[in-house]
């Protein structure tokens, strides 16, 4: 079965550079959610997108920025990167139908190192 | 504020053994999922189990189990026959439209 695609799977970044980060969700998902998970930490919401609108916004900082387009693939696009930005990055996919609870599939997760 | 609690940082099991991971949650919600999510040191996230809150009927997937008091709000994973495979950092997560994580359970599984 197809899974949920993530592009790079492993960034090197300087301070202050710009990164952006791909996810390809499960055919037929329409919902996005972005996670951050730091060393030794679970994983936090960052933003999730509803057929190509934003749907909820958790921690994500202002330097960050994503859009779902008409692919139902998003993007992640984090500015002004700093060292504390070092982190695992997963995206995940829900199918909409029966609400918003549905399950949702993780991609393999992309790898930020800034150095 | 932390919506789960997972108060077990680590638990060793021996091979075969059964072990049991402890969460418990906040919701006013009458109507949400539940889920444990796997994951091991490649920190792929792998979705062990879910329960839907308002089915009294307790999930099982093969060797996963849960035991879902919704009363109490506790939703506990018993990992039964354990194998090597086994071994990583288990999350037990609740769905409002979003995943609130717990703090994580790091099960090493003994030969």
């Known amino acids: 079965a197809a899974g949920v695609i993530q592009s790079p799977r492993h960034l090197i970044k300087e301070k202050r550079e710009t990164a952006t980060l791909k996810c390809y969700p499960i055919p037929r998902h329409d919902t996005v959610y972005w996670y951050q998970q730091g060393p030794g930490q679970d994983p936090q919401f960052l933003i999730s997108f509803y057929e190509k609108m934003q749907s909820d916004k958790g921690s994500i900082p202002d330097r960050f920025s994503a859009q779902q387009f008409s692919d139902y693939h998003s993007e992640l696009n984090m500015s002004s990167l700093e060292l504390g930005d070092s982190a695992l990055y997963f995206c995940a996919s829900s199918p909409a139908s029966g609400g918003a609870r549905e399950t949702q599939y993780f991609g393999p997760g992309t790898r930020l190192l800034v150095l | 504020a932390q919506t789960v609690t997972q108060s077990q940082p680590e638990m060793s099991v021996q091979e075969a053994e059964t072990v049991t991971l402890s969460c418990t949650y906040d919701?006013?919600?009458?109507?949400?999922?539940l889920f444990w999510y796997k994951q091991p040191p490649s920190r792929q996230m792998i979705l062990v189990i879910r329960?839907?809150?308002?089915?009294?009927q307790n999930a099982t997937e093969n060797r996963f189990s849960v035991n879902f008091q919704k009363a109490a709000k506790s939703f506990s994973l018993k990992i039964s026959d354990s194998q090597l495979g086994d071994t990583a950092m288990y999350f037990c997560a609740r769905n409002d439209y979003k995943l609130s994580f717990g703090a994580g359970t790091t099960v090493t599984v003994r030969a």
């Open positions: 919701t006013s919600e009458n109507n949400y999922y």
């Open positions: 329960q839907e809150a308002y089915k009294q």
